[in-house]
């Protein structure tokens, strides 16, 4: 089956680490997304990935780094400088000319201990 | 003030009910707008989509979009325990690059009750 696969599911990290979220897809979608959902906030954008080796910064980009080496992969860094890491952590992708058809991960949850 | 503004709830609805949930937005240039459900610890999933304005219908869902008033709702009819959710409303100006981003509401918890 196709889709987008994000691991860990849960995920502890201790102050002043970094830890590194996978997202896989085999939908072969050009697009790739980094959200961030808070509670009573909504999900707000990190990073996205139009194509392979290109990447852009969202309106939350401090503290995180994706990178984009292979078109199924865009793995999301939380580094120590995200000073309120704990959130849930959702990647999303996309056919580049679609404007409607995202297919989202069921996400992880990152906990700072 | 949030791009996208909608009612956090819960909204709790006893089975069988129609159920209406809103969002509105402040920025004209959105497009495409889209509803997605999402169960606890789980990702959203697309569930109706529309273009420009109109109505659109799927099964015991309709979706709405009212440029005019930058407003757009999702009605569910007879509603069952398994709509329990959370709601989220998101838009997009479309394209590619930023314009192809997604913007989200804070999503409204619906509780069907038996």
């Known amino acids: 089956d196709g889709g987008i696969t994000q691991s860990p599911k849960y995920l502890f990290r201790k102050e002043g680490q970094n830890v590194t979220l996978s997202c896989e897809q085999n939908l072969n979608h050009d697009a790739m997304y980094w959200y961030r959902q808070d509670p009573g906030q909504g999900l707000r954008l990190i990073y996205y990935s139009q194509i392979v080796n290109d990447f852009q910064k969202g309106d939350i980009a401090e503290g995180y780094s994706v990178s984009r080496e292979k078109k199924e992969s865009f793995p999301l860094t939380v580094t120590s400088a995200q000073k309120n890491p704990t959130a849930f952590y959702l990647c999303?992708?996309?056919?580049?000319?679609?404007?409607?058809?995202?297919?989202f991960g069921s996400g992880t949850r990152l906990t700072v201990v | 003030q949030k791009e996208v503004e909608q009612d956090p709830g819960p909204l709790s609805v006893p089975e069988g009910a129609i159920v209406s949930l809103n969002c509105t937005y402040s920025n004209s240039a959105f497009q495409y707008f889209m509803w997605y459900r999402q169960y606890s610890r789980k990702g959203p999933e697309l569930l109706m989509y529309?273009?420009?304005?109109g109505n659109k219908e799927d099964g015991r869902f309709t979706a709405q979009v009212d440029k005019s008033s930058k407003y757009i709702s999702l009605f569910i009819r007879d509603s069952q325990p398994s709509d329990s959710a959370t709601y989220l409303c998101a838009m997009s100006v479309g394209g590619t690059g930023t314009a192809s981003k997604l913007t989200f509401g804070t999503g409204t918890r619906l509780q069907v009750t038996l």
């Open positions: 529309t273009y420009s304005s």
């Open positions: 999303a992708s996309k056919i580049g000319q679609v404007n409607y058809g995202y297919t």
